[in-house]
């Protein structure tokens, strides 16, 4: 079995999912009493949203480069960045490191191709709404069309994930809202929606809507499994 590398932390609210999902993942294909070989470096996430807010993404280039290297020195084979908005900075990961890094979006986009999603409609951070790094790697790479929220859509979705979701709190109206919204990119066209924030699918589960979800941090985490027992 290979030795997943994990970088966590931001926040370590989805980093306890995908502990919890990748070793799931592990003992529901190899039963018994297998577990998976991880290694995690978790960062402290206040250094990191304070850098993002700032826009100073390549401070946190350099505080995960040097995290990722610690992980692949620990033995991992490949490495996860666990959560959407810092794969803003995955090149630059990637090339402080000479083990695979395996991208939340190309692991999400496979998922959509695979059960023929072409028009997807995408949930996260504002960073990951708005910029490139995410939604023109689906485009471009993937030929995936992406419909993103309104403006104060954006904002509210924003807003929930950094002040509730991320410190823990699962709110009933915050759910509502983000079910709202949802239902908003579907009436655009939207097929499914893509839960690219890894804490949205605390909140939002399939058993809320009839609207397919994609959650990036599962579909990330069975990534994870499939290449550590190939």
């Known amino acids: 079995m290979k030795t997943i590398g994990l970088l966590g932390g931001m926040s370590w609210e989805s980093t306890l999912s995908y502990y919890k999902a990748i070793n799931e993942g592990v003992k529901q294909a190899l039963g018994g ?18 850098l993002q807010h700032k826009g100073c993404w390549k401070e946190t280039a350099y505080i995960l480069s040097r995290a990722a290297q610690s992980v692949q020195a620990g033995g991992a084979d490949f490495l996860l960045i666990c959560t959407n908005t810092m794969h803003k900075v995955a090149e630059e990961v990637q ?18 191709i695979s059960e023929g999603i072409r028009q997807v409609g995408l949930l996260g951070t504002k960073f990951t709404m708005t910029q490139d790094f995410f939604k023109t790697r689906l485009s471009e790479k993937y030929g995936i069309n992406v419909v993103i929220p309104d403006n104060h859509e954006q904002e509210i979705i924003h807003q929930v994930i950094y002040k509730e979701l991320c410190l823990g709190k699962i709110s009933d109206s915050s759910r509502q809202s983000y079910l709202q919204i949802i239902d908003n990119l579907h009436l655009k066209g939207a097929e499914s929606a893509i839960l690219g924030c890894t804490e949205i699918a605390l909140l939002v589960k399939q058993q809320h809507t009839r609207i397919p979800l994609y959650d990036t941090m599962k579909i990330h985490a069975d990534k994870a499994v499939e290449l550590a027992i190939k």
Do not use: G, M, Q, R
Not at 34 to 50: M, P
């Open 33 to 50: 009493l297998h577990s998976a070989k991880i290694c995690l470096y978790s960062v402290d996430f206040h250094e990191i949203e304070k």
């Open 95 to 112: 090339s402080a490191i000479s083990i695979p890094l395996i991208h939340i979006a190309d692991a999400t986009a496979e998922k959509l």
